[in-house]
């Protein structure tokens, strides 16, 4: 009989303690975690760069910038605290394009009167750009979930999968160099056919992707140089899941500038992507990523896209 009593005691254990396992939440993420990434971002570059009154633009895909490209580094450090986060991204590269144009002629009024035509050309024009920027955000997460809460099955504390939400703010800051030196053959000027002298003043002129201030125009060659920095302050989120044990989506976006003080009209970031878990503290990522910015003086309406790979150590 206390055989029996035994049995049944033991059984009893057995299925209270598998109950509770079954219902058991998934364990709570660790307080504090920090990922230190190195990445390769295979970028396509689009924009037009202001020197003192020079204007050249830049079009080129990721291989044109393979050609051009003097050097690059990419990478980033990443911690968090519970639900407070910091992000800090920095890139850095230096590109060398050239750009030249044909003769092109240009109605022109001097100043004793008629209807004259102005030709200046041909342009050779060379611009090296070199382009730093730190990306500083502080994140708040404002939704961590056991991802099998949102894929339907009974919670599981085996499936450490997550869904997470971040609200993010901070800054980028940029320093953009523009070194371009421009060649231009002197230029001719006529009047009812006849040639006549040039006026000592002459107007800025496009020739397309090359923009000449007026004293230049005349003929002749510049080498001009010049350095601006300013801060963008952003906003935005970053939303990530994991598909499996191994394999998480994430996507990211944010926008800011503004016109706040020095900032820019506007700059703007997209990406989105996956990572694969190599090991414990181990990653690959893939993602495709854009990033842009609108501004009056040193670049304007430029856009980097494309896509980006990295290799990333959790600790």
């Not at 939400?165 to 800051?173: E, K, M, P, T």
């Amino acid at each position: 009989m206390k055989r029996f009593f035994a049995q049944v005691a033991v059984c009893v254990l057995a299925c209270v303690t598998g109950g509770a396992a079954a219902n058991a939440l998934p364990p709570e993420p660790k307080d504090w975690e920090g990922q230190i990434k190195l990445y390769a971002w295979a970028s396509a570059l689009q924009t037009k760069v202001e020197t003192r009154g020079t204007e050249t633009t830049i079009d080129e895909s990721f291989f044109d910038i393979l050609d051009d490209l003097g050097w690059a580094v990419m990478g980033g450090v990443e911690g968090r605290y519970k639900r407070g986060l910091v992000m800090v991204d920095f890139l850095g590269m230096q590109v060398a394009a050239s750009e030249d144009s044909n003769v092109n002629t240009f109605p022109f009024q001097p100043p004793g009167g008629g209807d004259g035509l102005l030709t200046a050309g041909p342009v050779d024009a060379s611009t090296r750009l070199t382009t730093w920027m730190v990306d500083t955000k502080f994140g708040f997460r404002a939704l961590s979930l056991p991802m099998s809460k949102l894929t339907g099955p009974a919670e599981q504390d085996d499936d450490l999968r997550r869904f997470d939400f971040d609200l993010l703010a901070g800054f980028r800051v940029w320093n953009v160099t523009s070194k371009v030196h421009v060649g231009v053959d002197p230029a001719s000027l006529t009047v009812g056919g006849a040639p006549v002298s040039l006026p000592g003043i002459l107007p800025g002129l496009d020739f397309g992707d090359i923009s000449l201030p007026g004293p230049l125009v005349g003929g002749g060659s510049q080498t001009v140089e010049d350095t601006v920095d300013w801060l963008d302050p952003i906003v935005g989120f970053r939303v990530s899941g994991d598909v499996t044990k191994r394999i998480s989506l994430f996507a990211l976006g944010d926008i800011g500038g503004w016109g706040v003080g020095t900032a820019s009209d506007l700059t703007w970031q997209g990406m989105i992507g996956g990572s694969f878990d190599l090991s414990e503290h181990w990653s690959l990522t893939a993602a495709y990523r854009a990033l842009g910015v609108n501004r009056d003086t040193a670049i304007r309406n430029t856009i980097l896209y494309g896509p980006q790979f990295g290799a990333v150590f959790r600790f």
